[in-house]
């Protein structure tokens, strides 16, 4: 018996004119399935890169109340700031060996010996954290409380939530050259000296950040078997490369690198989750019209598109969101959903809480 041409019978979806060019169905849905959905009442915890950011804000339309274990208490040093964006203070985590490495740091498995920078200003800020308090901590004391409270909240997070999605965003990053602590920023960013050789920069491969997500998820479900894992890669591109090369390329290496190392990762493991937001605002059905002027910035409309497929795939009883076609020749591609002015003040106005990588274009500024 002969075998007949394999694609026969494929669905849709598996085709690209069916599936991209010209879908039969309203809009370009690359969702297939999920291993799982968000049910109201799950506690939800959300970490990653600034596009992290909007999923966490997004979930209060969908019934969801995202986690919270880190709240603002009144002590000494300590002003409401960087409060209430991520479950707990720890602001953008860009890369998968910053993840792995605040789990251990958490429950005592990794104590860098870095505990403070100092910043022109003379305040005193985490390596780890260093722009979740504009001026920084009055002294290392207020600092290493702070800490304290923070990691236990961090504890606190791992292992109560129900589901815990990540964003990956950069395989670039930096790394203290005398015990591999990652930071999310260089010192000098901050405008703060240090000795030559002190900081060794960092650019992640597919095996190194496979390995530190493998090694994270492992460690999540040791302290909480029943957690449910979502993945997703960050569209936004590097704001900078400390590679010698154009920043183009290194953007689509690093988004190449994260995108595999998603994939290869929910393969290892099919009950985690993968959720396609970079193939949402950079797949060319969208054709560009999800960015900003600055071809970086994903709009309030991109945005929107994602978390409309976001809530009519991954929310348990959502009710479902139309999502616009995208015809073919079209100058700009219609909201998923109406943005108000209101809601896109308040998209421009989060953009810049706690994204790190901003003060690299405005070296020495800590706010």
């Not at 968000?38 to 999923?55: E, K, W, Y």
């Amino acid at each position: 018996m002969f075998e007949t041409n394999p694609y026969l019978g494929r669905p849709d979806h598996a085709f690209w004119r069916q599936g991209v060019a010209a879908p039969a169905t309203a809009g370009v849905d690359p969702v297939t399935a999920l291993p799982f959905r968000i049910a109201p009442g799950d506690r939800v915890a959300t970490a990653g890169s600034c596009f992290a950011q909007h999923l966490a804000r997004s979930l209060g339309g969908f019934g969801i109340t995202p986690l919270v274990t880190e709240h603002f208490a009144a002590s000494a040093g300590v002003r409401d700031e960087g409060f209430g964006i991520f479950p707990a203070r720890f602001g953008n985590i860009y890369t998968t060996a910053q993840l792995f490495q605040l789990f251990e740091r958490a429950y005592g498995m990794r104590r860098p010996r870095l505990r403070a920078w100092t910043l022109p200003c003379g305040g005193l800020v985490d390596p780890f954290r260093p722009r979740v308090q504009a001026g920084g901590f009055p002294d290392l004391d207020a600092l290493e409380a702070d800490r304290l409270r923070h990691l236990a909240a961090v504890r606190r997070m791992f292992e109560t939530c129900d589901v815990f999605v990540f964003t990956l965003g950069l395989t670039e990053g930096w790394v203290a050259a005398e015990d591999g602590a990652a930071v999310p920023l260089h010192p000098g960013v901050l405008g703060i000296a240090t000795p030559p050789g002190e900081w060794r920069f960092d650019n992640a491969g597919f095996a190194a950040c496979h390995a530190a997500l493998a090694g994270f998820v492992d460690a999540l479900r040791s302290v909480n078997p029943a957690v449910r894992i979502m993945l997703t890669v960050s569209p936004v591109p590097l704001v900078a490369t400390f590679e010698d090369r154009h920043v183009l390329v290194s953007t689509t290496a690093s988004k190449a690198v994260l995108r595999a190392v998603a994939d290869q990762v929910c393969r290892d493991d099919p009950r985690i989750a993968y959720f396609p937001s970079y193939e949402v605002i950079t797949g060319p059905q969208a054709r560009g019209c999800f960015f900003g002027t600055d071809l970086r910035e994903v709009t309030p409309e991109g945005v929107a598109a994602v978390m409309a497929l976001f809530g009519r795939h991954a929310i348990e009883a959502a009710a479902p969101v139309p999502v616009e076609p995208l015809h073919r020749g079209a100058p700009t591609p219609p909201a998923a959903v109406p943005v108000s002015a209101t809601e896109a003040a308040a998209y421009d106005a989060l953009s810049g809480v706690v994204c790190d990588e901003d003060a690299i274009v405005a070296p020495g500024d800590p706010a």
